[in-house]
């Protein structure tokens, strides 16, 4: 079936330093990517998608391509703040046509970002 | 524009008990789905409905059912609660008809504990 692997984590940045998180994942045929963010006692909320090879996600400057080769779609920014300490989890959809898509997440990373 | 609503927001049950769990999707929205997120695990998908039918199902046991409202509005039933049904019970609704590559959306969740 299909599964998600994440870094593990948790992990500890300084203000402004350069973040990447891994993603892995195991689907047959094209499916779609996601992040996906959570903060402390909220729900997930939606960080950036990829829905076909080659696609870069991005949004509030993080970003992730979507490698079929490497099946892999790491998230990266650039400078991060304190601001984005949260929970981060990668995410698949399967292709289907009419029907429901269900989402297999990862375990999530912790990332905690120190003024 | 009221995103995804949930209720109630936390839950105190004892075990072989029975509870109910309330969603009402994001406006516009005629998907809801269902996730359980354990502590420190990603969300793992219980089932989706649409058009008030359960359309696909997660591996999880028929002591978790659900059901759609004409409104989309949905609830969540488990039966005979265990110790390990404690977690984050997310809700997710998106819109079908607008084509299969629409993100979800969740709610902030609602907290089960059982005792």
């Known amino acids: 079936g299909d599964s998600v692997t994440q870094m593990e984590g948790p992990v500890t940045l300084s203000e402004e330093a350069f973040l990447t998180i891994n993603c892995t994942y195991t689907?047959?045929?094209?499916?779609?990517l996601f992040w996906y963010v959570q903060y402390p006692g909220e729900g997930l909320q939606l960080l950036l998608k990829a829905t076909k090879a080659d696609d870069k996600g991005s949004n509030k400057g993080f970003e992730a391509t979507y490698r079929k080769e490497t099946t892999s779609f790491h998230l990266e920014k650039g400078s991060v703040q304190v601001s984005d300490s949260a929970v981060y989890f990668c995410?698949?959809?399967?292709?289907?046509?009419?029907?429901?898509?269900?989402?297999?997440f990862g375990s999530g990373t912790q990332l905690t970002v120190l003024p | 524009d009221a995103g995804v609503t949930q209720s109630p927001t936390h839950l105190i049950k004892t075990r072989g008990q029975q509870v109910t769990l309330r969603c009402s999707p994001k406006s516009g929205h005629d998907t809801v789905s269902w996730y359980q997120q354990a502590l420190g695990q990603g969300p793992q998908f219980i089932f989706q409905?649409?058009?008030?039918?359960?359309?696909q199902r997660g591996n999880f046991p028929d002591r978790f059912s659900g059901h759609q409202y004409p409104n989309y509005s949905s609830e969540l039933n488990v039966n005979a609660l265990l110790l390990g049904d404690s977690a984050l019970y997310l809700c997710?609704?998106?819109?079908?008809?607008?084509?299969?590559?629409?993100?979800?959306?969740f709610g902030d969740g609602t907290r089960l504990s059982i005792l």
């Open positions: 689907a047959t045929g094209y499916p779609s």
């Open positions: 995410a698949l959809s399967p292709i289907s046509s009419g029907s429901a898509r269900q989402l297999t």
């Open positions: 409905y649409y058009e008030e039918e359960e359309r």
């Open positions: 997710a609704s998106s819109r079908l008809r607008a084509g299969s590559n629409q993100p979800q959306h």
